[in-house]
């Protein structure tokens, strides 16, 4: 522990300077450059942001300069990195090992994957703290201990000495972050190289995260180099930042600069496709709601809601023990009431883990539950597969990540006609013109119907979905996250598509999303839900412009703006959790209430909040 | 069989398929070490130089040891004075049966339990995986001498008894993969648009289990020619004196040191048509995957 003490004090200057950074990649076309000629310089205690979307090379800036790209497919074929003057290019594995954990250490993006799952946090932790100086780094078990307990002091995890005997899926995916960040400074590096670090979490855990890392930045002085796609996240961390698109920088400036005055086309436009939470203030309609479309929908209240649910409840038991008996149970939607109507968008917002997910999918019959839901007019309750076929003409859905919704061995004009061929809709000629319509009606050619998915890039491949989607003329179409894998260029056009398709068609949209200011372009009504429940619900305006419950204002509050004068959020004490789901069998979930405070706009509480 | 089906559906589907596999060096010799195994096999008495039940005087040395090969008896002549040439032709018939028929009704079994048990899960999931499970459990080898006893030994008893001990394997593969493809998002989807279980496990699953099918399959081609040559050698399988690959190498093994032809050459049989399977069933896994084009 003195040791690392020692290091700590000889190297407060941490200083990189990367000089003409160039990264081939061998592809079956010959070498391929994914970085071109990229230089900066990183000064001690600086945040670097590197921004950039999927594609730009920033993930392989970060991996070469810890030499970690995957060999023998990527490799640097020229450029410098000066560390201490000394170019960590070059230096030979077994030297580089030394420098890898020591003076940079890595934090990636999904902490489950960079979690050993077999291993607990107290054994991982030790590995990292003692990698270095042969055998245990010549440490006591207690040393190392009272050096983990330190460290998970350091990234503000509570009860640290239970954390060292628990196993990373006991952690929430925050804690998991926080431990892999521990990790990272076991060796107390002087510069971490953090890659998309909170991108695979929800925006509160995020917010702590962020201030998380600020806070060790400035209490240790280390230099962070954070890779990112959200300029939001950028704006609340950068000292500089460097853009980047297909491997060339276009812009590198200091971070007040590039918000205020982005010189290069691209930053202008990855700075416009922002969506920003509050945008939309003052206004009652979506974004592209064109005015004859806004005047059908504002015309005196529709007779009939498309979707009545009822006290939707899901619950899924837990089974244990030697008989496989339910031993405990999982809420994940309690009691949940809307309605739908015709050409309308209700969003339901919430972090990972609320039940907005399964609310989606129970109006397709897709899982279990009780209650009443009526679509169109017909009670879907109980319905079997076949039954259900005819309801799920009126009813579609988009999933998350559109690769893995599309089946990798069918041709993607095939996987857009099958559900017209599972409904025996059309045929012959009359099927291929209806699915060449489909593509051209989500902006794509009908000539490519004759590819495989893996051809397409992710927006495309949404698109296909969503053609998919389209292709049984649905009523309703459950959007499950449909943007959240998109860059936000990209993500941009796909939530101006599925509003096109609205106004031209009055299809009414269940969109489902983490994102704030998605959900305030998007959308008509919103319900925000915590833990299996509504906690509120009402127009986009009353929800935006009037939050009424504690949660929707934190949620709100969470989201990373993209304006660096903004003044960066205070410092968290102690991480807090989402409390857990699962409860045992017996348990009755307290009662809680609605109160309409004005126009439909709902704010349920607990008895006892 | 896996092999056979995937070929009939070649001509029928996409006929371009075929010719992608003769562009294949592998692929080619593949097929054509199968082309001959099958020839043999339905040409036996034409191409067969000798009868392979004549026990030639002069196929045996004076001494009374069988013959090296030579210019008379190409691979030379068994204990018993018969031409091993002739006697491998012949029992290319069995070995076909055994390690085509026999071994593909143990695929289709297998995987049609897999497939079931993994997709539908509930009691069939427990039901079929506890019987899979229990099937696993018991010698493969006594259970087939008892079915074998049951019924008279015959070749087609065999292959039956063969097929009913071999498809635990493939079983609990394509079970377990089964499970894992049927909670990933393009089975959800499918299920969103109303798809039913047919369509699902035919058109969607059962795509994806293709490779390991294959690779099972081929491999279990050598298993169950060696598993009938076992239940021969017992006394149960292909009666003596109808040769079949297997019990030409039992017949002859005590023998290996002196008459080392009469072991090696039928083994080299038995791993050329094998190795032939899984060359073709390789090249068919690659060209039947859209994702992994042009990577060959």
């Not at chain 1, 051209?440 to 893996?454: E, F, I, K, N």
């Not at chain 1, 409390?579 to 004005?598: C, F, N, W």
């Not at chain 2, 079983?171 to 648009?193: C, G, H, L, P």
Request: glycine share 8%.
């Amino acid at each position: 522990m003195s040791k690392a003490r020692a290091m700590q004090q000889k190297t407060t200057s941490g200083l990189l300077e990367v000089n003409g950074l160039t990264v081939q990649v061998a592809t079956p076309a010959g070498a391929r450059t994914v970085v071109d000629d990229l230089s900066f310089t990183l000064e001690g205690g600086k945040t670097l942001c590197i921004a950039g979307e999927s594609g730009s090379g920033k993930s392989m800036t970060a991996l070469s300069l810890m030499q970690l790209l995957p060999k023998p497919m990527a490799r640097v074929s020229a450029g410098t990195a000066k560390l201490d003057g000394r170019d960590i290019l070059a230096l030979p594995e077994a030297e580089m090992r030394q420098v890898r954990g020591r003076h940079i250490g890595m934090i990636f993006q999904e902490p489950m994957t960079s979690l050993n799952p077999v291993l607990t946090i107290g054994k991982q932790l030790g590995g990292a703290i003692s990698a270095h100086g042969g055998m245990r780094g010549g440490l006591s078990d207690a040393a190392i201990r009272a050096r983990a307990l330190e460290l998970l002091d350091q990234v503000q995890i509570p009860e640290p000495a239970r954390r060292l005997k628990q196993f990373p899926h006991e952690l929430s995916g925050g804690m998991r972050q926080r431990v892999v960040i521990a990790m990272a400074l076991a060796q107390s590096p002087q510069i971490l190289i953090a890659d998309e670090p909170t991108t695979a979490l929800d925006v509160t855990v995020q917010a702590q995260i962020l201030a998380l890392i600020r806070k060790l930045q400035a209490d240790l002085g280390i230099s962070v180099i954070m890779i990112t796609h959200d300029m939001g996240v950028v704006a609340e961390m950068a000292d500089d930042v460097l853009v980047m698109q297909h491997g060339r920088m276009v812009e590198h400036s200091p971070a007040s600069v590039i918000f205020s005055k982005p010189r290069h086309p691209y930053t202008q436009e990855l700075l416009a496709a922002v969506p920003r939470l509050g945008e939309m203030t003052g206004t009652s309609a979506p974004k592209r709601m064109s005015d004859d479309a806004t005047a059908s929908v504002q015309t005196p209240a529709p007779a009939e809601p498309l979707v009545a649910v009822k006290d939707l409840t899901v619950r899924f038991d837990i089974k244990g023990g030697i008989l496989q008996r339910p031993v405990q149970r999982v809420h994940a939607v309690e009691g949940v009431s809307f309605d739908i109507m015709p050409g309308e968008t209700l969003s339901l917002v919430g972090e990972s883990g609320c039940g907005k997910s399964t609310t989606g999918k129970a109006l397709l019959n897709l899982i279990p539950w009780q209650g009443d839901i009526r679509v169109a007019g017909r009670e879907t309750r109980g319905l079997g597969a076949s039954a259900m076929r005819p309801v799920l003409r009126d009813v579609q859905m988009i999933f998350q990540d559109p690769y893995a919704s599309l089946d990798p061995r069918m041709r993607v004009g095939d996987l857009v006609a099958e559900p017209l061929h599972i409904h025996g809709l059309a045929s012959g000629s009359e099927l291929d013109d209806r699915v060449a319509y489909l593509f051209r009606r989500v902006g794509l050619s009908a000539d490519q119907m004759r590819r495989y998915p893996h051809e397409f890039s992710g927006g495309q491949r949404q698109r296909i979905c969503i053609a998919r989607a389209l292709s049984l003329s649905p009523k309703l179409i459950v959007a499950d996250e449909s943007v959240a894998a998109l860059d936000v260029s990209i993500q941009a056009q796909v939530l101006d598509l599925l509003q096109d398709i609205q106004n031209e068609t009055g299809m009414s949209y269940l969109f489902i999303s983490h994102d704030m200011a998605v959900v305030e372009q998007i959308s008509h009504r919103v319900a925000v839900m915590y833990m299996g429940r509504f906690v509120e619900m009402g127009s986009r305006a009353q929800i935006f412009e009037n939050p009424q419950h504690d949660y929707t204002k934190k949620l709100m509050a969470a989201v990373p703006v993209a304006d660096p004068s903004r003044p960066r959020r205070a410092f968290m004490e102690r991480a807090e959790d989402l409390p857990s789901p699962v409860h045992e069998l017996d348990y009755t979930p307290p009662l809680q209430a609605a109160r309409d405070i004005g126009g439909g706009h709902m704010v349920w509480e607990a008895a006892g909040r | 069989m896996s092999q056979t089906v995937a070929e009939t559906e070649t001509h029928v589907a996409t006929p371009s398929v075929l010719a992608r596999l003769l562009r294949r060096p592998l692929a080619l010799t593949g097929l054509v070490i199968i082309a001959v195994v099958v020839l043999a096999a339905v040409f036996a008495p034409w191409l067969a130089p000798y009868d392979p039940y004549e026990q030639f005087f002069e196929g045996l040395t004076i001494e009374g040891a069988p013959l090296p090969p030579s210019a008379q008896f190409w691979f030379g002549t068994d204990l018993v004075g018969r031409d091993l040439f002739s006697r491998l032709i012949y029992g290319a018939q069995t070995s076909l049966i055994i390690g085509v028929v026999a071994n593909g009704i143990a695929v289709v079994i297998g995987s049609a339990v897999g497939i079931s048990a993994g997709y539908f899960r509930g009691w069939a999931d427990t039901v079929l995986m506890r019987f899979t499970d229990l099937m696993m459990a018991f010698p493969a080898l006594l259970l087939a001498i008892v079915l074998a006893a049951i019924f008279s030994p015959s070749l087609w008893i065999v292959a039956m008894v063969i097929a009913m001990v071999n498809w635990v394997q493939i079983a609990r593969v394509t079970y377990t993969e089964t499970r894992s493809i049927a909670e990933r998002d393009f089975v959800v989807a499918e299920r969103a648009m109303g798809a039913g279980a047919g369509r699902i496990l035919f058109r969607h699953i059962l795509p994806h289990l293709l490779s390991t099918i294959i690779v099972w399959a081929t491999l279990g081609i050598a298993t169950t020619v060696l598993l009938e040559a076992t239940l021969s050698f017992l006394g149960i399988g292909v009666q003596p004196p109808i040769p079949s690959w297997g019990n030409i190498i039992f017949e002859n093994q005590t023998y290996f040191t002196s008459a080392p032809w009469l072991v090696f050459i039928p083994g080299a049989a038995i791993l050329a048509l094998a190795l032939a399977f899984n060359l073709v069933g390789d090249a068919l896994r690659d060209i039947l995957d859209p994702t992994q084009q042009g990577r060959h």
